[in-house]
Each structure stands twice: as structure tokens, then as C-alpha cells.
């Protein structure tokens, strides 16, 4: 289905006092949605909006992201190289750094944009 075939086209008329919309305006905002109409559409197929992440947050990821690359790039050219790297030392390093990262996510993302429940951190699925 294309994009003009999904288009909005249907009207539902609601009736707000200036402090429900004044409120509505903030929660679209809060959630980085397009429009109020998003938003409301959003609401009614059941999907729970979340604040965007402060801009910290991206910084953060991305800064720990090119650590852990950095790292894994480490334990592959010392691979290729034959050359001896510490394997508890890069382990430790790359563990951490990896649940920093789910930790962060787990915080910050909405429901829908985290691990399936049986990869959550903590569960019992064996």
C-alpha cells in the first residue's frame, strides 16, 4: 500500500478547552510527534508515547558505541596480528560497555523500542 493510499482523509471533530489543548501541545512535543493528529492517531491504535531522550542521551550512546567498536576493531587486528591481548581485561571492557548501553536503552526508550521480553535483562525464560 502506498503512501497516498494510506492517506488520512477521514475528519473526527473534537472539542477541547483552550487548557486541554494548551495540554495536548505539550504532550506532542514531549513525545517528538509530528503533528497533534499523529499524536491522536498513535493514541488510538494503542501505542504508548514515550518523552524523547534528552539530547545527552544520543551523545552518550554514540560516544559508547565508538568505544565498543573501537575495542572490538582492537581485539580483531591483535587477532590478526597474533599478537597477545589480555582476553579478562578486553572481556571485562567490552561487557561493560555493552551493559551500559542495554542499561541506558532499558531507561530511557519507550516499551515498544526495547528487547522482546524473553531478552530482557533479568528474566527467566530457560
Given at each position: 500500500?502506498?503512501?497516498?493510499?494510506?492517506?488520512?482523509?477521514?475528519?473526527?471533530?473534537?472539542?477541547?478547552?483552550?487548557?486541554?489543548?494548551?495540554?495536548?501541545?505539550?504532550?506532542?512535543?514531549?513525545?517528538?510527534?509530528?503533528?497533534?493528529?499523529?499524536?491522536?492517531?498513535?493514541?488510538?491504535?494503542?501505542?504508548?508515547?514515550?518523552?524523547?531522550?534528552?539530547?545527552?542521551?544520543t551523545a552518550l550512546m554514540n560516544?559508547?558505541?565508538?568505544?565498543?567498536?573501537?575495542?572490538?576493531?582492537?581485539?580483531?587486528?591483535?587477532?590478526?596480528?597474533?599478537?597477545?591481548?589480555?582476553?579478562?581485561?578486553?572481556?571485562?571492557?567490552?561487557?561493560?560497555?555493552?551493559?551500559?548501553?542495554?542499561?541506558?536503552?532499558?531507561?530511557?526508550?519507550p516499551q515498544e523500542m526495547q528487547?522482546?521480553?524473553?531478552?530482557?535483562?533479568?528474566?527467566?525464560?530457560?
Amino acid at each position: 500500500m502506498n503512501r497516498k493510499e494510506r492517506c488520512a482523509t477521514k475528519i473526527a471533530y473534537v472539542r477541547m478547552t483552550e487548557e486541554d489543548l494548551t495540554d495536548l501541545d505539550c504532550q506532542v512535543r514531549r513525545v517528538g510527534a509530528a503533528s497533534r493528529s499523529a499524536y491522536i492517531r498513535g493514541l488510538v491504535k494503542g501505542i504508548r508515547p514515550a518523552a524523547v531522550p534528552p539530547a545527552d542521551y544520543t551523545a552518550l550512546m554514540n560516544e559508547l558505541s565508538i568505544l565498543k567498536n573501537r575495542m572490538d576493531l582492537l581485539a580483531s587486528t591483535a587477532a590478526q596480528q597474533q599478537k597477545n591481548i589480555n582476553p579478562t581485561e578486553y572481556y571485562t571492557l567490552s561487557s561493560l560497555t555493552a551493559l551500559t548501553l542495554q542499561k541506558m536503552r532499558l531507561a530511557v526508550l519507550p516499551q515498544e523500542m526495547q528487547l522482546p521480553e524473553d531478552f530482557r535483562y533479568g528474566s527467566n525464560s530457560h
